[in-house]
Structures are given as structure tokens and as C-alpha cells.
């Protein structure tokens, strides 16, 4: 069974930036589709990113040009990068893994995009 391990987010102001880290676990981590999703208050969870076993990336619109996801599966980590920060990019960000019917979840990390 996968874990997983958020960090990295924090209070930025805008235009800033915060690199989220999600630290997995398990043999076969690089065959995992992994994703980002955000939550913001009252609002429901929305898919941000996600990277493929093949590397291939898809965004959500509204961070386009501004956020990247990548991986590094020998450290079995997927990142966040997201620059250009804005208030409305404040949430609790959650990363997951899917391999087949399998899905997980981390715990979540706050990101908090405020003056």
C-alpha cells in the first residue's frame, strides 16, 4: 500500500513562489499516475496537475504557464513548482497516486497566498 507525504506549502505573498514536495513509498512508484489536487475553503477538490508513468503532463487552466509537476522516481517524490502565486491558488493541496484501481491520498499540505 502507497504512502504518501506532503510538505513544502506555507504563506507566500502574491507573485511568490512554493515548490510542494510529495514523498511516496512502494516498489513500483514510476508506474503511478501521480496528481495534485487543491481544496479551497467551501469550494469543491479540483485536479491542479498530474504526471504519467511516461512523463507526460497535464494542467488545469488556471495554472497554466505558471505551475510545473515533475518527478524523480529514483527518490520516489513528485513536486509541485508554482510560481507567480495568486490569492485565488490558496487551498489545501493533496497529492495522489493511481496505479490501476488503486488510488491514494496524502494528508494535504495548506498553501496560503496573502499580502
Not at 495554472?63 to 490558496?90: C, H, W
Request: aromatic letters at 12%; charged letters at 15%.
Amino acid at each position: 500500500q502507497a504512502q504518501l507525504v506532503e510538505s513544502g506549502g506555507g504563506l507566500v505573498q502574491p507573485g511568490g513562489s512554493l515548490r510542494l514536495s510529495c514523498a511516496g513509498s512502494g516498489s513500483i512508484f514510476s508506474r503511478y499516475t501521480m496528481a495534485w489536487y487543491r481544496q479551497a475553503s467551501g469550494k469543491q477538490r479540483e485536479l491542479v496537475a498530474l504526471i504519467t508513468s511516461s512523463h507526460n503532463t497535464n494542467y488545469a487552466e488556471s495554472v497554466k504557464g505558471r505551475f510545473t509537476i515533475f518527478r524523480d522516481n529514483a527518490k520516489k517524490t513528485v513536486y509541485l513548482q508554482m510560481n507567480s502565486l495568486k490569492p485565488e491558488d490558496t487551498g489545501d493541496y493533496y497529492c495522489n497516486s493511481v496505479f490501476g484501481a488503486e488510488s491514494f491520498w496524502g494528508q494535504g499540505t495548506q498553501v496560503t497566498v496573502s499580502s
